[in-house]
């Protein structure tokens, strides 16, 4: 549905061919993440909703972290996306609340950041971290050995912290429970 | 200025100059590791600071709708510092290493506090901003702890250096826990929270760690020791340098983009 075939105008909805919602997101699956470019911001969890109003789109994305400078790239890659697919009036608004969480990164997302080198998560549920408990990789994600040890906290972005494997002796990124 | 966005603007500087302090330490910190580190909890401030004074720009502009709108570059970039509402101890020169973890720890145990609090704020957008930075908070008062331990229970010289890091920056400390007007009225409106009921719990969280690490434990400073109040504008002279270098491009090339 690039343009309308009555017209020939980038007007999705002029006549009677409604955009729809589904649509939409389906080609917003295509957008990457900036910094880990296996995952698709819906794989990450940052796609929270996607609303049309009249012919306008509001994308809606929430931050991993509130400094994550990914997000201007983001915001531009979906404008940049949904343009080439014919979609013109695009809004993309910047939610805080609720306060992303790892928990939203979704199964296949898990598995995309593991082949790509990045222990996923351990934790099914953030919250399970406490207030004072740390949250580690259950095994590293090259030789999957448990055998591992972190060096740092924090890693190469904000949403990550860094291990090294005592068996195969990698370092690897670790994406914290958050 | 109404006492809300007075009170926001008063959080976003406190981040603002935080993180930009953290941030003077990139590529200059002792290890490659701990360079990255305080880079990220610079980054996380300085994210912070920007939906404050993006929030702070939204109620400036709902109450002034016949002015020209505000933008959060507006309120970061060209305010002096007289218009600065951050705490006296954040804009402190960072001193060796030590002096800067001792910053960030004592910091980031009263700021969870704080947002902890604000997550029953009756504003729903400093709320939502409490919700989100929490749990960033959380990791740099897990990380400034384990250094504190790590420095304070160290060498004889990592030791020394935590005396007097403690000593440097102490006094600054009673500031955290004083209302100012302004926060007093947004306390009463059910948007603030009273920092003073905050002390006892932070008091408790920081002398724990610092018995740990075998420093001796913080008693509260005389009052009047110093008379600075950088939440009512009354900074010391560190705070214009960080500006002039802060501000240097917007007020040389005024809307310079790039």
Excluded at chain 1, 47 to 52: F, G, K
Excluded at chain 1, 101 to 119: M, N, Q, V
Excluded at chain 2, 55 to 74: G, H, I, V, W, Y
Excluded at chain 2, 144 to 150: D, L, P, T, Y
């Amino acid at each position: 549905m690039p343009k309308c075939n009555i017209c020939k105008e980038h007007i999705p909805d002029a006549h009677g061919d409604p955009m729809k919602k589904e649509d939409i997101i389906s080609i917003l699956e295509a957008v990457m993440d900036p910094e880990i470019p296996v995952l698709s911001i819906a794989d990450l969890g940052i796609l929270r909703d996607v609303e049309i109003l009249g012919n306008e789109i509001i994308v809606k994305i929430t931050p991993t972290y509130s400094g994550c400078p990914a997000m201007d790239a983001i915001e531009q890659d979906i404008r940049k996306t949904l343009l080439q697919n014919g979609y013109e009036k695009v809004n993309v608004s910047l939610v805080l609340s609720p306060a992303w969480t790892s928990d939203w990164l979704s199964a296949a997302g898990k598995e995309k950041l593991e082949a790509f080198g990045i222990a996923a998560p351990s934790l099914a549920q953030a919250c399970a971290i406490g207030e004072t408990g740390n949250d580690s990789p259950d095994h590293c994600p090259h030789c999957h050995s448990k055998n591992i040890q972190m060096i740092s906290r924090f890693g190469s972005t904000s949403c990550k912290a860094l291990y090294r494997c005592l068996d195969c002796l990698e370092p690897f990124d670790y994406f914290k429970c958050h | 200025m109404p006492p809300l966005p007075t009170y926001i603007l008063h959080l976003a500087d406190n981040a603002l100059i935080l993180g930009h302090r953290n941030s003077e330490w990139t590529g200059h910190g002792p290890v490659l590791e701990q360079d990255i580190a305080l880079s990220n909890i610079a980054l996380d401030l300085i994210g912070q600071s920007r939906n404050l004074y993006q929030l702070a720009a939204e109620r400036m502009n709902n109450l002034s709708p016949e002015k020209q709108a505000l933008t959060e570059d507006d309120l970061a970039y060209l305010r002096d510092s007289t218009e600065f509402k951050n705490l006296v101890l954040l804009e402190q020169t960072n001193g060796d290493w030590a002096k800067t973890i001792l910053r960030e720890f004592y910091f980031s145990h009263f700021q969870l506090l704080q947002y902890r609090g604000l997550l029953g704020s009756r504003d729903p957008g400093l709320a939502a901003i409490s919700e989100k930075s929490i749990k960033e908070i959380r990791y740099h008062v897990k990380w400034s702890s384990e250094w504190v331990c790590r420095l304070g229970d160290g060498t004889p010289e990592s030791h020394s250096r935590m005396l007097n890091a403690m000593e440097t920056l102490n006094p600054w400390l009673p500031e955290l826990f004083v209302a100012a007007d302004y926060e007093q009225a947004a306390i009463a409106n059910g948007t603030a929270i009273d920092p003073s009921g905050l002390f006892k719990d932070w008091l408790n969280q920081v002398n724990q760690v610092l018995a740990n690490a075998t420093l001796p434990i913080y008693a509260a400073e005389k009052k009047g020791a110093f008379s600075l109040s950088g939440k009512n504008g009354f900074h010391s002279e560190h705070l214009g340098y960080i500006l002039a270098e802060m501000q240097y491009l917007q007020r040389a090339y005024p809307g310079c983009t790039w």
